[in-house]
C-alpha cells in the first residue's frame, strides 16, 4: 500500500533562508508527484507538479526533485520570505491502469512552514 | 478563465440533515475529484468522476455519501443524514481530459452540529 510521508512536520526559519522540504513514499510505482501549498482556511495551490519520467521542476524561488528509486522528493525554496509561510504537501498519483482497493492520490500530512521577518 | 469553483464555501448542518455540496470545474476539463480533509489529517480521495460516469469511488464511503458529475450543471457530493464525524473540509479537483494535473477549488468547510 503506498503511503507518503513529509519532514519536518514543521518547520520555522527566519526570512531570507534556503530551505529543503522532504516528501518519502514506499511505492516507487507513481505516475506523478506534486507539491501544493495550503493557506490556512484556504484550498490548495499547485506548485509543481513532476512526472514519473522527470527528474525535477522549476518555478521562480522553487525546486522540486523526484528520484523514484529511493521514492524521494524534495521541495527546495530559495530566499525564503514571510509569505511563504503555509503548509506545504507532496501528493503521488499512481498509474491509473493499476486497480486496487485505495486511493489514486495519496497526500502526505504537509509540512507546516513558518518564516519569520 | 475561473478556477475550479466550490459552494457553498461553508455550510453547517444539524445531524441527521442532507449536505449538498457543489463543484464547477475549470472550463474545458471533464474530470472531476473529490477529497475530504479531516480535522488534524491529510487530505484523502474519495472519488473520481466523468461527465455522467463514476470512474472511480473506492474512497467513498459505502453508505450516506454519494456523488453524481451530470452532462449539464456541476459535480455534486452528497451527504445525507450527517453526523459529527462527517465535520471536515472537502475539496474538489478538475483536470482536463487526459492531462493529469489536477486544479483545486477552495474548499467547502461542513460543520455538523
Known amino acids: 500500500k503506498q503511503e507518503v510521508t513529509q519532514i519536518p512536520a514543521a518547520l520555522s526559519v527566519p526570512e531570507g533562508e534556503n530551505l529543503v522540504l522532504n516528501c518519502s513514499f514506499t511505492?516507487?510505482?507513481?505516475?506523478?508527484l506534486q507539491w501544493f501549498r495550503q493557506d490556512p482556511g484556504k484550498g490548495l495551490t499547485s506548485l509543481l507538479l513532476?512526472?514519473?519520467?522527470?527528474r525535477e521542476q522549476t518555478s521562480g524561488r522553487l525546486n522540486a526533485s523526484l528520484d523514484k528509486s529511493s521514492g524521494r522528493s524534495t521541495l527546495y525554496i530559495a530566499a525564503s520570505q514571510p509569505g511563504d509561510s503555509a503548509t506545504y504537501l507532496c501528493a503521488v498519483e499512481r498509474p491509473r491502469s493499476m486497480k486496487t482497493s485505495y486511493d489514486k492520490v495519496i497526500f502526505g500530512p504537509g509540512t507546516s512552514l513558518s518564516v519569520i521577518p | 478563465n475561473a478556477g475550479v469553483m466550490q459552494n457553498p464555501r461553508h455550510l453547517v448542518r444539524r445531524r441527521g440533515q442532507e449536505a449538498r455540496l457543489r463543484c464547477s470545474p475549470m472550463?474545458?476539463?471533464?474530470?472531476v475529484y473529490w477529497y475530504r480533509q479531516l480535522p488534524e489529517e491529510g487530505l484523502k480521495f474519495m472519488v473520481y468522476l466523468q461527465k455522467e460516469n463514476i470512474i472511480d469511488e473506492s474512497g467513498m464511503p459505502k453508505e450516506r455519501f454519494s456523488a453524481e458529475f451530470p452532462k449539464e450543471g456541476p459535480s455534486i457530493l452528497r451527504i445525507q443524514q450527517v453526523v459529527r464525524g462527517d465535520s471536515a473540509a472537502y475539496f474538489c479537483?478538475?483536470?482536463?481530459?487526459?492531462?493529469?494535473?489536477?486544479?483545486f477549488g477552495p474548499g467547502t468547510r461542513l460543520t455538523v452540529t
Open positions: 513532476i512526472q514519473s519520467s522527470q
Open positions: 511505492d516507487s510505482a507513481i505516475y506523478n
Open positions: 472550463k474545458g476539463h471533464s474530470h
Open positions: 479537483a478538475s483536470s482536463r481530459s487526459g492531462d493529469h494535473e489536477q486544479y
